[in-house]
């Protein structure tokens, strides 16, 4: 549990389904805290007291502007992802793939910007923001779906390649803090399966008793994050607190 109750805290993707219910939830359950929100467009309805800067986790100016602003934080979730788009304008269309045969370069690429690139850059300019001297912790919405022993379906090329490579950069971060920022924790979430834009075409398939609602998932996660122990820095735990594995 946490040994004081965190002061400042980040949620990146605040207008996405989890990461809009997780800024519902650490607002209800740390009144106190400095809450900040970034997102690339603005939700709809902020909780009252939260600061929120437009952010576009590719664009790393966008963040380091963001980050200019923020003195200090001791939770950070990054709650950005991409699984399927419909393409326009000069948008490439994205859907997770069912066969080799319908890798694209254009979608495949994407996925890694959106999925492990920019959940890197948020990192390179929030992680030295953690206190050295006490609890904090850095996570980032991973997916199962990113587990390379895990892997039996098969298809979700893009997907689960981007969630892979986002897990071992969460390890090469934890590496990293373990020195500079010694009481700090970098893990992966999975959700779980939560109704939201992005499992949306894929609910069918999912048992009822195991579609989350955002706000049930969010109260999960901050849960998991509570309950996290140093020792489990560097890896990915799902919804239950249980971990994945790589
Ligand atoms: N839902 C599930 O069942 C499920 C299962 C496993 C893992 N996850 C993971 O959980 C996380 C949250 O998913 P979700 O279900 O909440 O999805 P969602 O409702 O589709 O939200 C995704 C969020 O990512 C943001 N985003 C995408 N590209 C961005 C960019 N370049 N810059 C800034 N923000 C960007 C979107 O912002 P815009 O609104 O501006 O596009 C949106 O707020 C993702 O990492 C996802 O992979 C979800």
Redesign the pocket.
């Known amino acids: 549990m946490y040994v004081s109750t965190p002061r400042n805290i980040l949620i990146?993707?605040?207008?996405?389904?989890?990461?809009?219910a997780l800024l519902d939830e650490i607002c209800q359950r740390y009144p106190d805290a400095a809450s900040f929100a970034?997102?690339?467009?603005m939700p709809v309805s902020l909780p009252a007291g939260v600061r929120w800067a437009s952010?576009?986790?590719?664009?790393e100016a966008s963040i380091m502007k963001a980050a200019a602003t923020i003195p200090e934080l001791d939770l950070v979730v990054?709650?950005?992802?991409?699984?399927h788009r419909p393409g326009h304008d000069a948008m490439q269309a994205v859907s997770p793939e069912k066969s080799w045969r319908a890798i694209d370069a254009a979608a495949m690429a994407e996925s890694y910007?959106?999925?492990a690139i920019?959940p890197a850059l948020v990192a390179k300019h929030i992680l030295s923001k953690l206190p050295r001297d006490r609890r904090s912790v850095f996570a980032?919405?991973?997916?199962?779906?990113g587990s390379i022993s895990d892997n039996r379906l098969g298809g979700w090329y893009s997907?689960r390649a981007s969630?892979a490579a986002l897990n071992q950069i969460i390890r090469t971060l934890a590496v990293e803090l373990s020195v500079k920022s010694p009481k700090a924790i970098c893990v992966g979430l999975?959700?779980?399966?939560?109704?939201?834009?992005?499992?949306q075409p894929?609910q069918a398939i999912v048992a009822a008793d195991r579609l989350?609602t955002?706000a049930q998932?969010a109260n999960h996660l901050v849960t998991v994050i509570e309950a996290l122990q140093l020792s489990q820095s560097g890896r990915v735990l799902d919804w239950a607190g249980k971990v994945v594995p790589e």
């Open positions: 990146v993707g605040a207008s996405g389904g989890v990461g809009r970034w997102s690339r467009t952010v576009d986790i590719t664009d990054v709650a950005t992802g991409l699984l910007l959106i999925n920019g980032a919405l991973s997916a199962r779906v997907y969630k999975h959700p779980g399966t939560v109704d939201t834009p992005l499992s894929f989350f955002p998932t």
